[in-house]
């Protein structure tokens, strides 16, 4: 039971109006999907190469079960998106005007991609993906979803940076430009995004996180004097981060914009969030956004919000 703070009624009065409303996507078959994408919204777009996508990419992180908060919480999210699940959601963002996804390049996420494809959608898809001995090559990737970039894993790239083994992140983008799709890099850490961008690698995206999640110890124990228990959320990283996504040429990706969740308790919350993120960034740059709509339909405000505050003038 939620404490009887302001907060929580607001929180218990969003849940009971619209709990019902993602009662629909878990029945929501391919005839209505193909019904609902002849009416979709228009979201604003960026250009990523050749390729035109909305400014809102879906994330992957609630599909994958990375939860950034509890076991429980991502356990219960890998459980409930099932792939019959994750199709029906990603044809919901479809015909709610997102256009692009960001996955992880496993069974479930391949799968999911030959099935829209079966199903005649549309959607771009951007691999996070880093090759370690775990991953499959990046020719498999590519073979296997016709994705449009492949952005190295920001966790890694932090990993590497930190042990002065940048040279294979840079090996990376050299490969998968051989293979002949787009390349990014993905970073927590902004001084990673800057120095790319200062030694003209040649990049063609960056996906760029709000919050510096990576710190070390060693850093929070400089600067802070302290640890944060598990991942740091700092309320000025973002400040941080997109100051450099305004430095660099790429279009850069956002993510993490709620701070994994940590801001999305009420919807007025959420609706703040982006739009600070928009005003933050560049206007060639987007956001990525994870989504859970097991309570309320998040695909549908969250485009809404896309299209009140992420229009290009």
């Known amino acids: 039971m939620l404490p009887d703070t302001d907060a929580s009624k607001t929180l218990r009065r969003e849940f009971l109006m619209t709990s019902g409303a993602m009662t629909s996507l878990a029945g929501l078959n391919s005839t209505a999907a193909g019904s609902l994408r002849q009416e979709s919204r228009k979201l604003p777009s960026i250009n990523l ?19 950034h908060t509890t076991w429980i919480m991502a356990q219960f999210m890998r459980q409930w998106f099932t792939l019959d699940r994750v199709v029906e959601f990603l044809q919901k963002c479809e015909a709610e005007g997102i256009t692009a996804w960001q996955f992880d390049h ?9 099935r829209l494809r079966e199903l005649g959608s ?31 894993h920001g966790g890694v790239t932090d990993a590497l940076f930190r042990g002065g083994q940048s040279q294979k992140v840079h090996d990376f983008v050299k490969k998968v430009h051989d293979h002949g799709v787009l390349a990014g890099v993905s970073a927590h850490n902004p001084d990673n995004i800057k ?19 990576t710190r070390p110890r060693e850093e929070q124990l400089q600067h802070l004097g ?13 400040d941080e981060m997109t100051a450099v996504m305004r430095q660099v040429s790429q279009p850069c990706l956002g993510f993490k914009i709620l701070a994994a969740g940590r801001l999305a308790w009420t919807q007025k919350q959420v609706e ?11 206007p060639t740059d987007g956001i990525i956004v994870g989504m859970f709509p097991v309570y309320f339909d998040e695909v549908a405000a969250n485009a809404a919000y ?8």
């Open 49 to 67: 190469g050749p390729h035109e996508i909305s400014r809102l990419v879906v994330g992957w992180n609630p599909i994958g079960g990375h939860s």
């Open 122 to 152: 549309s959607m771009k898809f951007i691999c996070l993906h880093a090759e370690r001995a775990v991953d499959a090559p990046i020719k498999k990737v590519i073979d296997d979803t016709g994705c449009i970039a492949i952005v190295h």
């Open 272 to 282: 703040t969030c982006f739009q600070r993120a928009f005003a933050r960034i560049k």
């Open 226 to 238: 302290k640890v944060a228990v598990y991942e740091p959320y700092y309320e000025s990283d973002p």
């Open 106 to 114: 496993t069974d479930i996420g391949v799968g999911a991609i030959r």
């Open 306 to 313: 896309t299209i009140k505050y992420g229009q290009v003038s």
């Open 195 to 213: 120095r790319i961008a200062d030694e003209g690698w040649e990049v063609d995206l960056f996906m760029c996180c709000f919050y510096y999640v």
